[in-house]
């Protein structure tokens, strides 16, 4: 595993795509960079410092620099390659590995409940690469691969950066997906709480996006087929919070930005962030902020 360092932007020198119809083994070289390859289809055989890997369709693998790697059998392979340097990558030791997944569990709870409208990021930079993984079949990562190396290709002005731009993106996507695959694993012999557990996500998810509705929890047991109460304690052991006391701290931060930035009457913006009854918008604006929304707008705009 590696750790990532997310405010660098890997360097990428060389992407594309290479796809053998016969039997092809990968020649021996050792280079001073990174070297990604992700499979489409088919089968790899590859060894790295006497370390023999077996990737097959939708397996990567991220080779280090100055160690020697080389085929080790002949197969057809349909392949994606990017060759990278970058100051934020870094591998982790076997020792050091569940002491950073702990971090990243704990980063991740974080990131859920944030404040999405607030300046900067709610936690630090770090985040993890595995060195090899199965790409989630959710996302449409050769799609992202393929426009990738349209683009390098072109070789249109700032192209390597925007190549670089992209695969940093792909990257993080990759280390969110490595973490949801470790959170899985963790619980695979509690089928029914992995399976609540994402659904509790999905809800956090459906909440961001339709706050402004006007959601009950017969409508939110009706959308996810859980029943209410079983979902809601499993929501509140990820996120610390029940299902309606997020929703009113999304409905809260989404005014906040709107009497910040609008003179809207505060009637309105009750109504646009799901809360129609203004006396008990301004109730619920004071019982999460502190202030009426009338304090709140005369401390801003002074």
Same mark, same amino acid.
């Given at each position: ?11 990428? @020198? ?7 119809? %016969?039997?092809?083994? #990968? ?30 369709? #939708? ?23 990017? #060759? ?12 050091? %590995? ?20 607030? %300046? ?18 959710? @996302?449409?990562y050769m799609a992202m691969l393929k426009s990738d ?11 390597? @950066? ?25 619980? %695979?012999?509690?089928? #029914? ?11 956090l998810h459906y909440l961001n996006v339709n706050y ?20 809601? @304690? ?58 009426t929304p009338t304090g709140y707008y005369h401390n801003?705009?002074?």
């Amino acid at each position: 595993m590696f750790s990532y360092d997310a405010e660098i932007l890997p360097q990428v @020198r060389l992407i594309g795509h290479i796809k053998y119809r %016969e039997k092809w083994m #990968h020649f021996s070289r050792c280079i001073d960079e990174y070297v990604a390859y992700i499979m489409v289809d088919g089968n790899m055989y590859l060894e790295e410092a006497g370390v023999q890997y077996h990737l097959r369709k #939708h397996d990567m693998l991220i080779l280090e620099p100055g160690l020697e790697h080389k085929g080790y059998q002949g197969a057809a392979c349909d392949y994606y390659y990017i #060759h990278f340097k970058s100051n934020g990558i870094a591998i982790v030791s076997k020792e050091s %590995e569940e002491a950073l997944f702990e971090e990243l569990v704990e980063k991740r709870k974080i990131s859920l409940l944030s404040n999405n409208l607030e %300046e900067g990021n709610s936690i630090d930079s770090i985040t993890c690469l595995p060195k090899t993984f199965t790409l989630s079949s959710d @996302r449409n990562y050769m799609a992202m691969l393929k426009s990738d190396v349209m683009k390098y290709y072109t070789r249109k002005e700032q192209y390597k @950066r925007l190549t670089s731009a992209n695969i940093h993106s792909f990257f993080l996507e990759l280390s969110q997906d490595y973490l949801s695959a470790y959170l899985m694993k963790e619980n %695979e012999n509690v089928t #029914h709480v992995k399976k609540s557990s994402l659904v509790a996500e999905n809800v956090l998810h459906y909440l961001n996006v339709n706050y402004s509705m006007k959601i009950n929890s017969k409508m939110i047991e009706e959308k996810f087929e859980v029943n209410f109460d079983y979902l809601n @304690r499993i929501f509140n052991a990820i996120t610390g919070e029940t299902i309606f006391q997020y929703l009113t701290k999304v409905r809260i931060n989404q005014a906040e930005e709107l009497i910040r930035t609008t003179n809207l009457p505060f009637g309105e913006i009750g109504y646009l962030v799901g809360i129609e009854d203004q006396f008990y918008f301004s109730k619920l604006f004071k019982k999460i902020t502190g202030l009426t929304p009338t304090g709140y707008y005369h401390n801003f705009h002074q």
